[in-house]
């Protein structure tokens, strides 16, 4: 196999592997931008796959799959809501509630339904979102690089996928030129401000909350009905994590968190290539440490190397008038 | 006159007439409409009317029954110590806080006012005293917040821009609105909350102590521009703890003690001495008596410090001076000029980038490491600017925060555990010392008001008897009765051979207190001058109008760079 060849291939699993990730640091992107800490991408993440699993399965519709993913994670997103904006309680306290929650729930509720270790039934295609071929994409195949880049990479996936990749300039969009997105920055940074300009800081909160329950469930319908055909134990492995590191990363920027969930996706695609593979001097590198890559770049950006990544002032302090 | 204010007994009756008669005009001495600037019939329905307000925090009454009539197009001074309920009032007429009682009339009607949002559709505007600016943002960002006409930003901003364009020639408030707020200065931030307010068509303007972050010149240009908007027929609302400015400029003016109205005059027909008998609630000494200093030897040396935050900005720039034995060394300036900075670094609580700071002639490490313990056991005390944030563990009972700081001392215990029989007595000793009330060291430091928290912190540095006492803004948020005694106590300090670095933002305490001034602008020490120097010369050079004088000064760099006086 050529350089090339190979370095296509990586680059259209990074393309996949990245995907949960951009639907996941987007709803992190939301719900932080607004001032609410969200450390549960992850469950969010895992409770959608779960629902979309079980509701593929039953029905054969992956639409209604997509729509109970989403559905279960605004519903977990509004339990995070309503104990860090209502009740003003300890944000990370009830993220990693959420995560432990969706963790054993779905665990539980996978066996009692299907007895299957966890699993849900293996799903036809056509209860999936398959691959879909772009126009024009075999024939462009002979135009050197940009039809290998065009019908190798960016063809040939499923509508979700398409789906997270405008998500990103629609984020930008929306936050840097709709009333709403500005509105949005401005409740993360000094609610206060927001507040006596006339707007409501809970319910600002809590739509940007909702939204991260909407991005989740895409994240989570992503991984059990379009990347796999069905729902197995724990399958988020990490990602709501990697999300947020991500978004650390990318400096709570629409546009950054596109580079940096393709970097983490790309690192995770030469992991899964390099398995086994011995490198020259170095040998083979154990899967682990490149897994461990996407926490130790976030570290040495947060210790300073790489820029600087402030969040946005309000985050994760809950808006309180009386002291 | 003597009515108005001595209505408190009148009050009872008032509160009963009241609900016959809930449009009653004739009560008690602040009759609306008795100031003639208005005209046509409308000028008899007050602009505002607040019938007893009453709000609580908790424990704490921050308004309770307030009364309240402010004459449309006119200016109107609420005037209170630190404490008194005057942003409580303001915020509740602002929505921002919810009434627990009472009721509001706006032009003459009743109106619910359960947000912000309900407050500016009726024509209500604030310049709150903590900025709510999104600091990030651009001018023109925060101007539109709330009011971006229409769902996409892109044309309501075009619109936008003109229409400040506009406001800033008519009232003379210049400004760029895409520069970044954070980046401006605290007076251009404020006009961004004015023009705010004037952007959303407000006819009743709020000021909750505007001219606290203002130079004199910056001030007297503020008072320009509110007389204007009266003379168009706006009502403005101004709150202040500053004497002289009611005097200035207000027709009228009510004076709210402890969280109570005590009553409304004209101000034409009374006198600063009136207005600080009513706001105390007795005769008050308005100078501190002190005599001629005798310094002694320098006790702390401050050489070429330079502080740099972590923003990369210089805050404190080349600053030298000194302070000896037996004098107290006022540091005076707007806010945010580096004061804090340089204290703080003084002090220990942050590092400096360069510079050298000697304490009885000693050098103290101040640039790679901040240690406030050392400067401690250097004989420097140190009553930090923000009690609740830095002085004090509000959390922490009187005696525990008596302690902080000197916990290592063998008296409070040796090995591992503390003493705390030795503890209790001693801070016993200390709260009678300087009349804290009440006299408990187990009530928490939260617990206790302004001005005793203050006296806390003053007491546990104090009476350590240190050789040299850095002290911040000493007496921000505290009554009348407890200034005159800090000050007493600060001067007796002195006397007694100590030397004393005073910072503060109230031009009258530095004035009153200091042997020598030293102004800062800008992070650098634009001059010094004698105890006697006047109001406005001081007040020039704090808003970096460097040294007139051409005496050469010690103590002043090298600067001249009078960044224009904006
Ligand atoms: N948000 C709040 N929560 C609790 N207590 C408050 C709050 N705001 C003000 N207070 C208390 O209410 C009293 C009045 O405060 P304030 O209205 O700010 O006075 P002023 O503006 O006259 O200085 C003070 O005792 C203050 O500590
Ligand atoms: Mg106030």
């Known amino acids: 196999m050529d350089f090339l060849q190979t370095l296509i291939l990586t680059t259209d699993s990074a393309v996949r592997l990245s995907v949960p990730l951009l639907f996941a640091c987007l709803a992190g992107l939301y719900s932080e931008r607004s001032g609410v800490v969200d450390i549960g991408l992850e469950g969010k993440m895992l409770g959608g796959a779960f629902a979309a699993g079980c509701v593929a399965a039953i029905t054969g519709s992956a639409w209604l799959g997509l729509l109970a993913a989403i559905l279960v994670s605004i519903g977990l997103a509004l339990v995070h809501g309503y104990a860090s904006i209502t009740q003003r309680g300890n944000q990370i306290v009830s993220g990693v509630a959420i995560n432990f929650v969706a963790s054993g729930l779905t665990a539980l509720l996978g066996q009692a339904w299907f007895g299957r270790g966890g699993k849900t039934p293996q799903l036809p295609n056509t209860a999936r979102f398959t691959e879909i071929t772009l126009p024009f994409a075999e024939p462009m195949r002979n135009v050197p690089v940009i039809g290998r880049i065009y019908s190798d990479i960016i063809s040939g996936h499923s509508l979700l996928v398409y789906a997270a990749f405008i998500a990103i300039p629609l984020t930008w969009w929306i936050l840097y030129r709709t009333r709403f997105g500005l509105r949005l920055r401005a409740v993360g940074e000094n609610p206060g401000a927001v507040d006596t300009a006339g707007i409501s800081v809970a319910w600002m909160r809590y739509r940007a909350v909702i939204i991260a329950g909407i991005l989740c469930g895409f994240a989570g319908a992503y991984l059990s009905i379009a990347q796999s055909a069905g729902f197995s134990k724990d399958m988020t492995a990490g990602k709501g994590f990697i999300a947020l590191a991500a978004l650390v990363f990318a400096k709570w920027k629409p546009l950054n968190a596109l580079g940096a969930c393709f970097l983490f996706g790309f690192l995770d695609a030469v992991a899964i290539r390099m398995q086994g593979t011995a490198l020259p001097v170095v040998g083979e590198v154990p899967v682990q440490a490149m897994q461990a890559l996407p926490y130790i770049l976030t570290v040495i950006l947060l210790a300073g190397f790489i820029g600087k990544s402030i969040p946005p002032k309000a985050d994760g302090v809950p808006y309180t008038k009386e002291r | ?566």
Do not use: C
């Open chain 2, 1 to 566: 006159m003597r009515g108005g204010w001595n209505r408190r007994e009148g009050l009872i009756n008032g509160d009963f007439i009241l609900h016959l008669d809930e449009q009653a005009t004739a009560r008690g001495g602040d009759g609306s409409g008795a100031n003639g600037s208005g005209t046509g019939q409308s000028a008899d329905v007050p602009a505002i009317r607040l019938v007893g307000i009453e709000k609580r925090f908790g424990p704490v009454f921050a308004n309770r029954n307030i009364d309240l009539t402010v004459a449309k197009g006119s200016i109107h001074g609420i005037i209170g110590e630190n404490g008194a309920g005057k942003s409580t009032l303001m915020s509740i007429l602002y929505g921002f806080y919810q009434a627990d009682s009472g009721d509001i009339y706006v032009n003459g009607k009743r109106q619910k006012i359960p947000d912000s949002q309900k407050a500016i559709a009726i024509g209500i505007g604030m310049v709150h005293q903590h900025f709510m600016l999104v600091e990030n943002f651009s001018v023109l960002e925060n101007v539109v917040l709330g009011v971006e006409g229409g769902a996409l930003l892109g044309k309501g901003m075009d619109k936008a821009r003109s229409e400040l364009k506009r406001l800033a020639e008519e009232y003379d408030l210049r400004i760029d609105p895409e520069a970044i707020v954070e980046e401006l200065p605290v007076g251009l931030q404020q006009r961004v909350e004015i023009l705010k307010a004037l952007y959303r068509g407000a006819d009743i303007l709020i000021l909750d102590e505007p001219t606290g972050v203002l130079t004199p010149a910056e001030a007297d240009h503020l008072f320009r521009i509110l007389g204007q908007l009266r003379d168009q027929g706006k009502t403005i609302l101004l709150i202040t703890h500053k004497l002289r400015e009611i005097m200035a400029i207000t027709d009228r003016v009510s004076v709210m003690r402890r969280g109570e109205m005590v009553g409304s005059v004209h101000t034409a027909e009374t006198s600063v001495e009136q207005l600080a008998e009513m706001m105390v609630g007795r005769h008050v000494l308005l100078n501190v008596e002190k005599t001629e200093s005798k310094p002694g030897d320098e006790i702390l040396s401050v050489e070429h410090l330079t502080v740099i935050d972590k923003r990369g900005v210089k805050r404190v720039k080349d600053v030298s001076f000194s302070v000896h034995a037996g004098e107290i060394v006022g540091i005076a300036g707007v806010s945010g000029n580096g004061q804090s900075e340089l204290m703080e670094a003084v002090a220990g609580m942050i590092t400096a980038s360069n510079g050298t700071v000697r304490i009885n002639g000693e050098a103290v490490d101040v640039t790679s490491k901040a240690d406030a313990l050392e400067r401690r056991h250097r004989g420097m005390a140190h009553v930090p600017e923000d009690r609740h944030r830095t002085g004090l563990v509000t959390k922490f009972p009187a005696r525990e925060n008596m302690i902080l700081g000197y916990q290592d001392q063998k008296k409070y215990g040796q090995g591992t555990f503390l003493d705390l029989g030795a503890i209790l007595k001693e801070t016993e000793e200390f709260m009678v010392d300087f009349d804290v009330r009440p006299p408990d060291p187990n009530l928490k430091a939260a617990n206790f008001s302004g001005g005793n928290q203050q006296k806390l912190v003053l007491a546990r540095e104090m009476e350590r008897n240190p050789d040299i006492l850095i002290v911040g803004q000493p007496t921000r948020g505290v009554d009348i009765g407890a200034i005159e005694f800090i000050h007493k106590r600060l001067i007796e300090m002195r006397d007694a051979g100590k030397a004393i670095l005073l910072v503060s933002v109230e031009l009258d305490e530095i004035r009153s207190l200091s042997d020598r001034i030293l102004v800062m602008f800008d992070g650098t020490i634009v001059g010094e001058r004698p105890a006697g120097a006047s109001e406005q010369e001081l007040g020039l050079m704090m808003a970096g109008i460097a040294d007139t004088s051409g005496v050469a000064d010690k103590a002043a760099t090298p600067s001249a760079d009078t960044v224009g006086a904006e």
